[in-house]
């Protein structure tokens, strides 16, 4: 159903929000034991945007509770404060972009794609009507201010791609932290920033409020092998390695879950979909909330699965500016697994 759908939300928040699944009680436990019980916490990278959606929805569609699992979903602004969550250990799991475990194995930290959610980044380089005339590519970004949702972020580690591909050494863009909805859409219109990265539903927002034009498009397969040369699996649920290898069933049943939710929305409307988030998601309307929705489908795997050569892409895309990657030899096998999604369906 979702090929022929895809021809074709909120200002993040600094305060940390929790929505649990089911009644909190005690949040003293570290989560999922080697049984498979007790809590797990997961930290999103913004519980409302788009591209993190099967979080929410997995947990709207009670496919957590049939799994016999009491999980906590919180929100942080922007992926690179999620993953300071997840190795202080104040979370068990990170809803987030993959390309963090690549940048944490160099770092000495072990960290693994449990369930990849995508296969393509979703993001969306957008520039300001007033800034239009000027920036007509990456080409154009010397000199000029682009925002990202936080610095050392994804959305950080793509700006910066784009602008060296195109021949714009990083030293020449200035990366602005602006987040996400509200704030990035703000920035724009205050010429805080010239141009940026961002997701649905702040993509969709500006383009309909004309306040802004789409540069460069990664939410679908297409737009991905044009600007990135290849799948960038992105979303996904990522994990310490250590954790998931003393609680695998716990991480057997969190696959399982978000396996399910990932073919419900291969097998629903944008309109069905939105129905099932909460309310105050649409902010910019049902219909517009539908449409943000129905754009960045494609980045969406169905079954969880790393998408073949993605992790390669990433590797290139991280090697090509971060000084930490370029002389560094990365084990790409030990950054995600498929051992729990390869029978989750």
């Known amino acids: 159903m979702r090929s022929s759908l895809r021809t074709t939300a909120a200002a993040a928040t600094a305060v940390l929000a929790l929505c649990s699944l089911t009644a909190c009680g005690d949040s003293s436990g570290s989560g999922g034991g080697k049984d498979g019980g007790g809590k797990v916490k997961i930290m999103v990278g913004g519980l409302d945007k788009v591209i993190y959606l099967p979080a929410m929805l997995t947990q709207k569609l009670g496919y957590f509770q049939q799994e ?9 602004p922007a992926g690179v404060q999620a993953t300071t969550s997840l190795i202080s250990g104040d979370v068990q799991g990170v809803v987030g972009f993959y390309d963090h475990t690549l940048d944490l194995q160099v770092k000495g930290k072990q960290v693994e794609s449990v369930v990849q959610l995508s296969h393509t980044s979703g993001e969306v380089e957008v520039v300001s009507a007033k800034a239009a005339g000027d920036i007509a590519s990456p080409k154009d970004f010397a000199g000029k201010k682009l925002g990202v949702t936080g610095l050392g972020s994804s959305t950080d580690f793509l700006t910066k791609y784009l602008a060296v591909k195109s021949g714009v050494p990083v030293e020449k863009i200035t990366p602005v932290a602006v987040g996400a909805g509200q704030t990035f859409i703000s920035a724009l219109q205050q010429n805080s920033i010239q141009a940026g990265m961002t997701t649905d539903p702040t993509v969709t927002a500006i383009l309909d409020k004309k306040i802004g034009e789409v540069l460069v498009d990664m939410r679908t397969p297409e737009g991905s092998e044009k600007a990135l040369g290849g799948p960038y699996p992105s979303s996904s649920l990522y994990m310490n390695t250590d954790w998931v290898n003393g609680h695998k069933a716990t991480v057997r049943k969190l696959a399982r879950a978000f396996v399910k939710t990932l073919k419900w929305m291969d097998a629903h409307s944008p309109e069905e979909i939105a129905a ?13 909330y539908a449409k943000s929705i129905e754009a960045t489908l494609p980045m969406f795997t169905t079954d969880g699965v790393m998408p073949e050569n993605g992790p390669e892409t990433v590797e290139r895309v991280l090697k090509a500016f971060n000084p930490n990657l370029k002389n560094t030899k990365v084990d790409l096998a030990k950054t995600y ?4 999604v390869k029978n989750a369906g």
Do not use: I, N, S
Not at 68 to 75: I, K, S
Not at 337 to 340: D, H, N
């Open 68 to 76: 016999g699992l009491d999980v906590q979903l919180l929100t942080e």
């Open 276 to 288: 099932k988030m909460p309310a105050d998601y649409a902010q910019g309307g049902k219909d517009l």
């Open 337 to 340: 697994t498929t051992e729990f």
